[in-house]
């Protein structure tokens, strides 16, 4: 059983670095195609539009999906328990991302008002988009959760080979913009969510009752880290609001196209994340604090030793890097 175990944890960890590495490269080429045939403002104002889709993926991650990862490891939550914590996670990132979409939606008809048509209409777009790019991330925990890496692989897959060949059709064949790329995404998303409410729709149960109590469970359990992601992706946007209103969004495009560049490294640290959370949880569970400590420390020191070697790629091949992707402009 402990071979057995050893070689589920190295599979699972395989998988998600593979999958990572999908959702990272999707990011980076539509961060690429941006630039190349849309410009740096655009690509500029597109960064600063997917803030609030960030902020509130944070929420859903402190409040939902992180509970979520961790409860359904709790021995006996199984049969049409666990059905209805899923219908009950799913209730509150529709009700989530519903709240965000209201709020969009009336932002942007405001701006449409004192005469942003430009903000108002990329405004506009995100208010259906925060919704499906929600879903999606809801459809991922729950992969990660429940090691169904197959399903997790085909959704990310999708998601990608939609997104990318959309954008490079629209830059090639017409005009591509911060608003035809964040509706794109909105597409790619909403249809690999489709796939995997297909795939698990019969494990899924509804009740106002579970909805309630898992909604209380979760608001205690997260409420600790939920300001501390927050503050995270604001710390990590705030240089793009600065360079946007202090030089405007062509500098911000110009310094989102680095970062990309330079986060090459994140599938390995965000894959060794997502997989990371669910064996924590088993393991804090079956093996006690001992196990989970130990797994803690080697991944730790196995993220320090590849950010050291990409650091050190990054500082002497980085111009390399940039003209590549960017062009010599």
């Given at each position: 059983m402990r071979a057995l175990k050893a070689t589920l944890n190295r599979w699972l960890r395989a998988t998600a670095l593979v999958d990572q590495a999908i959702v990272s490269a999707t990011s980076i080429i539509t961060v690429v195609i941006l630039a190349r045939f849309a410009g740096s403002a655009q690509l500029g104002l597109y960064s600063l539009g997917l803030t609030a889709v960030f902020l509130t993926l944070a929420v859903q991650e402190s409040l939902i999906s992180a509970p979520y990862m961790v409860f359904i490891n709790l021995k006996g939550l199984q049969g049409p328990a666990l059905r209805r914590y899923l219908g009950s996670a799913l209730t509150q990132s529709v009700l989530l991302g519903l709240l965000?979409?209201?709020?969009?939606?009336?932002?942007?008809i405001a701006l449409a008002s004192v005469g942003r048509a430009a903000a108002s209409q990329i405004t506009l777009v995100l208010s259906g988009a925060v919704l499906c790019m929600l879903l999606r991330e809801l459809a991922r925990r729950d992969c990660l959760a429940r090691s169904r890496m197959a399903l997790l692989l085909l959704i990310d897959s999708v998601t990608a080979i939609i997104q990318v060949a959309l954008l490079l059709a629209v830059g090639i064949l017409a005009t591509l913009d911060a608003r035809v790329a964040i509706f794109v995404l909105a597409l790619a998303t909403g249809v690999?969510?489709?796939?995997?409410?297909?795939?698990?729709?019969?494990?899924?149960?509804?009740?106002?009752?579970?909805?309630r109590a898992h909604s209380v469970r979760s608001w205690r359990f997260g409420r600790w880290v939920l300001w501390c992601s927050m503050a995270t992706v604001m710390n990590h946007y705030s240089v793009h609001w600065i360079l946007a209103l202090g030089a405007g969004p062509a500098a911000t495009g110009a310094f989102?196209?680095?970062?990309?560049?330079?986060?090459l490294v994140n599938p390995m640290i965000t894959g060794l994340r997502n997989v990371l959370g669910?064996?924590?949880?088993?393991?804090?569970?079956?093996?006690?604090?001992?196990?989970?400590?130990?797994?803690?420390?080697?991944t730790t020191l196995l993220i320090g030793a590849v950010g050291t070697v990409w650091l050190v790629i990054v500082y002497l091949f980085g111009g390399s890097l940039l003209s590549g992707c960017y062009g010599a402009g």
């Open positions: 965000v979409s209201g709020v969009l939606a009336v932002a942007g690999a969510f489709t796939i995997w409410i297909v795939a698990v729709h019969a494990s899924i149960s509804f009740d106002r009752r579970s909805l989102e196209a680095i970062r990309s560049l330079a986060s669910p064996l924590g949880a088993r393991g804090i569970f079956q093996e006690g604090v001992g196990a989970t400590r130990r797994l803690v420390a080697s």
